[in-house]
């Protein structure tokens, strides 16, 4: 398996971390699927003792910006792994969906609402 760049986090300090993105990927789910099926769930235990293999086993590597999931390791003497899922949540002022934001100079002035008797009544 090659390679990927990895980044750091927390460079030349004591808790420094090396980071590897990662997606999913179907068909290396679906053959760590039926292992787990065929080991009696022995392999899921295995894989949630060393995530490194989880990771590796069930994921291909990407760019930071395209992962789904990251594998840290620490760089001290223990070198200890872990996985995490990626949330990423959008810009403050950019609507999730992509819709136009309205403006508010394009509100209406007056907004039409219905009385309790069924008319309709004018607000402002």
Do not use: H
């Given at each position: 398996?090659?390679?990927?760049?990895?980044?750091?986090?927390?460079?030349?300090?004591?808790?420094?971390?090396e980071?590897?993105?990662?997606?999913?990927?179907?068909?290396k789910?679906?053959?760590?699927?039926?292992?787990?099926?065929?080991?009696g769930?022995?392999?899921?235990?295995?894989?949630?003792?060393?995530?490194?293999?989880?990771?590796?086993?069930?994921?291909?590597?990407?760019?930071?910006?395209?992962a789904?999931?990251v594998?840290l390791?620490?760089?001290?003497?223990?070198?200890?792994?872990?996985?995490?899922?990626?949330?990423?949540?959008p810009?403050?002022?950019?609507?999730?969906?992509?819709?136009?934001?309205?403006s508010?100079?394009?509100?209406p002035?007056c907004?039409?609402?219905t009385?309790?008797?069924?008319?309709?009544?004018?607000r402002?």
């Amino acid at each position: 398996m090659e390679r990927t760049a990895a980044a750091y986090v927390n460079c030349n300090e004591e808790d420094e971390m090396e980071i590897v993105g990662y997606s999913p990927c179907c068909w290396k789910l679906a053959l760590v699927s039926l292992g787990t099926v065929c080991s009696g769930g022995f392999l899921l235990l295995f894989l949630y003792w060393l995530p490194e293999l989880s990771v590796k086993w069930t994921c291909r590597a990407v760019p930071l910006r395209d992962a789904r999931v990251v594998l840290l390791r620490t760089t001290d003497e223990f070198q200890t792994w872990s996985r995490e899922w990626v949330c990423s949540l959008p810009a403050p002022g950019t609507d999730p969906l992509g819709f136009p934001r309205q403006s508010e100079s394009k509100r209406p002035l007056c907004q039409v609402g219905t009385t309790g008797d069924g008319g309709c009544e004018e607000r402002l």
